[in-house]
């Protein structure tokens, strides 16, 4: 049995990947860069901010300075109207009450941004004093540094990770732990080849979980 699990928040708990992913194609498009929702999906989830303004403009686009505040303000002002929770995660998480399994979050987003999408889901107070940021540490998946993190902070032996992006799988299989990569939008391919169990509704993970 698993004495902790490690949420990913974007794609995992919250459903907000696809919301702020069209956020980006369309703020790229007014700086002449043309990506379909599933290429922007594909290049850019579980990485940072400054990791896709970096990418961008490799892309061609002429990004100013302040890109990421601006690409924040957009993407903030649509996850604040309505951010719904990953079907299956409140039930998960009664089930890790019950079985008295602590769990924790751990996100390359920023603290503000999880509180927007945690805090209008009823999960703020669950993961506000558990919750690992790469813009708190100073470093982000792939490096496992975040979960190495969050593992010493409960002391776990066994702890096991749920991600559904390649650096969050890559950061747990560096950090030596056991990762379920959740992939509602595709095959998961790309996450089993990093060495992820792969499934595909969060339904299933009390079973993966043993719970």
């Not at 459903?15 to 594909?42: F, K, R």
């Not at 927007?116 to 982000?140: E, H, K």
């Not at 996450?191 to 169990?197: I, W």
Request: with cysteine; net charge negative.
């Amino acid at each position: 049995m698993h004495d902790l699990v490690i949420f990913d928040c974007d794609g995992v708990l919250v459903d907000s990947e696809v919301l702020s992913n069209q956020v980006i194609v369309d703020n790229l498009a007014g700086y002449g860069v043309h990506l379909s929702l599933n290429e922007c999906m594909s290049l850019f989830v579980g990485g940072t901010m400054t990791g896709v303004r970096d990418k961008a403009r490799g892309l061609g686009a002429d990004l100013p300075e302040a890109w990421t505040d601006q690409i924040y303000a957009q993407t903030y002002e649509v996850l604040r109207a309505g951010t719904p929770l990953i079907e299956g995660i409140p039930e998960l998480l009664a089930q890790l009450d019950a079985q008295g399994i602590p769990f924790c979050v751990a996100s390359n987003g920023r603290p503000e941004k999880m509180q927007i999408t945690l805090g209008q889901n009823g999960l703020w107070d669950r993961f506000s004093n558990v919750m690992f940021s790469a813009y708190v540490l100073g470093v982000g998946k792939p490096d496992p540094t975040m979960f190495r993190t969050a593992a010493r902070h409960f002391d776990a032996k066994s702890p096991v990770v749920i991600e559904d992006s390649e650096n969050g799988v890559t950061a747990a299989i560096k950090a030596d732990m056991r990762c379920l990569g959740y992939a509602a939008h595709d095959d998961g391919a790309r996450l089993a080849a990093l060495g992820a169990e792969v499934f595909s509704d969060m339904a299933q993970a009390p079973q993966l979980l043993g719970l």
